[in-house]
C-alpha cells in the first residue's frame, strides 16, 4: 500500500504565493511518476503538473507554466509544488497522486493508483 499526505494549502490573495507538499511512503515499487492534480466545484479533476522519477522529467500544464513548479527531495520522498502568481482561477482542491503512468497517460487521473486526500487552495481577488 502507498500513502500520500498533502499540506499547505490555504488562503492567498491574487499573485501571492503557496507551496504545497506531498510525502508519498509506503510500497512505491510499482510507481514510476508524482503528479498535482486540481477540482474546482463542479468541475472534473484536471492536471497540474507531473514529475517522472528516473528522468527527473517535469511537465506543466499549459495555464500554470512560468507560475508554478514541482521540484522534489528524493531522498525524503517528497513532492513540493512552489505556487507563485496566483489568480481566482487557481482555487480548487489540490489532491497529489503517484503510480506508472505510462500506459493510462501521465495527464489523466486514470494514470495513478494512489491520492493522497487534498489540500484546499483559496485565491481571492
Known amino acids: 500500500q502507498v500513502q500520500l499526505v498533502e499540506s499547505g494549502g490555504g488562503l492567498a490573495q491574487a499573485g501571492g504565493s503557496l507551496r504545497l507538499s506531498c510525502v508519498v511512503s509506503?510500497?512505491?515499487?510499482?510507481?514510476?511518476?508524482t503528479a498535482w492534480f486540481r477540482q474546482a466545484p463542479g468541475k472534473e479533476r484536471e492536471f497540474v503538473a507531473v514529475n517522472r522519477w528516473r528522468s527527473d522529467a517535469t511537465f506543466y500544464e499549459d495555464s500554470v507554466k512560468g507560475r508554478f513548479t514541482l521540484s522534489r527531495d528524493i531522498a525524503k520522498m517528497t513532492w513540493y509544488l512552489q505556487m507563485n502568481s496566483l489568480m481566482p482561477e487557481d482555487t480548487a482542491v489540490y489532491y497529489c497522486a503517484t503510480g506508472d503512468c505510462s500506459y493510462y497517460g501521465c495527464t489523466r487521473p486514470g494514470g495513478y493508483d494512489y491520492w493522497g486526500q487534498g489540500t484546499q487552495v483559496t485565491v481571492s481577488s
Open positions: 509506503g510500497r512505491t515499487e510499482s510507481s514510476d511518476s
